[in-house]
């Protein structure tokens, strides 16, 4: 909204005032048209002609944000209380793998860089630790601060055994095959001939000559779970190359028996109501609408994506929070169950039957 009005400062300053609060109202003698844009139209007067310039601009504070619009349902129905908060986490710490020769269930995390793997991580495992940490080294870099193959077996509470869940985090995925990890490399992984610390470089793929290389990898060498991780905040930018590569890679590791589920990051970002209250981001439609487009991007139902908020400039933990990090860790769990049933031997199967 722009006045035209000449006044003093102090006048105008009362006029934002009022403005925002909703109780400014124009005096009788001085009510002007308000254009929707400064107006370069010249006013003549009795001694000279004037060009007339607005003399104060207000911008609207309340222009719409992605998530303004909350549901009165939500779309997913969560438990958000303490006491969920504790069954998830009693739930992820007991969990074992069904299949006795592997003692750890290996999920991988693929995503562009700075799509939060790393950070997602971290965040876990400060739920388990009480307190904000940076367990998985966290970077600004435009290229990505993970170059190598690290796991990060998830701590248990003080005093608890480790779980046997191990989240894996490597180079950040690129476009094509000349940055980022490559389609080779990646397979490599899943496949578990890659070593740990092995340094990625798409100037050397990841061949039977590498240090370490794994030529006959074991079961428990394996990934067993792939989860890729998207940015909310960057979803509608991302390169058209980069839905290429997901698709490549999602056709791939399905050929390899194993199941994929995806993260949906930074949804505090998108949505003012969820920044404000975590606990809102199921009633949210803009991120409803953003897990549909990630669908699309990934090639996956939106079933198979949870939406998560990693922890960053935070220093206590926030039990809302807590909880979508550890529901999408119960959500990866479940698809790494179905890869152990489906790798059972028939007379394990029919044991456990």
Request: glycine share 6%.
């Amino acid at each position: 909204m722009i006045l035209t009005e000449t006044m003093n400062f102090g006048q105008a300053r009362q006029a934002s005032t009022a403005l925002k609060s909703g109780t400014f109202k124009f005096p009788e003698s001085n009510v002007f048209s308000v254009p929707d844009a400064p107006s370069t139209e010249k006013t003549t007067t009795a001694n000279k002609t004037e060009e007339s310039k607005p003399m104060f601009a207000f911008k609207d504070c309340f222009s719409s944000t992605l998530g303004a619009v909350l549901m009165e349902s939500p779309w997913r129905e969560m438990d958000w209380t303490a006491e969920h908060r504790k069954t998830l986490m009693e739930k992820i710490t007991s969990y074992k793998p069904s299949c006795q020769e592997v003692p750890q269930a290996r999920v991988l995390l693929l995503g562009p860089v700075g799509s939060g793997k790393s950070s997602f991580i971290s965040s876990v495992q400060s739920v388990f630790d009480g307190r904000v940490i940076n367990r998985a080294m966290v970077g600004s870099s435009s290229t990505g601060f993970t170059k190598k193959l690290q796991s990060f077996p998830i701590r248990g509470q003080k005093g608890e055994e480790p779980s046997a869940l191990v989240l894996c985090d490597v180079m950040g995925l690129g476009e094509g095959q000349t940055t980022g990890l490559t389609l080779h490399d990646t397979l490599a992984v899943v496949k578990g001939h890659a070593p740990e610390g092995h340094k990625f470089s798409p100037e050397q793929p990841v061949r039977s000559e590498t240090a370490g290389y794994m030529k006959k990898p074991s079961l428990r060498d394996k990934m067993h779970c792939v989860v890729f991780v998207v940015d909310a905040s960057k979803l509608t930018s991302y390169h058209k190359g980069l839905g290429i590569t997901f698709q490549q890679l999602r056709e791939h590791i399905s050929d390899l028996g194993v199941h994929q589920v995806a993260l949906l990051t930074h949804v505090d970002q998108v949505c003012q109501e969820t920044a404000r209250d975590v606990t809102q981001v199921y009633k949210s439609s803009a991120i409803q609408k953003l897990i549909t487009e990630a669908a699309a991007l990934l090639g996956m139902s939106p079933s198979y994506i949870v939406p998560v908020r990693n922890y960053s400039c935070e220093l206590a933990l926030e039990e809302g929070t807590d909880v979508l990090l550890l529901s999408a860790v119960d959500h990866i769990l479940q698809y790494v169950q179905l890869y152990f049933q489906d790798h059972l031997a028939p007379e394990t199967k029919f044991q456990s039957s």
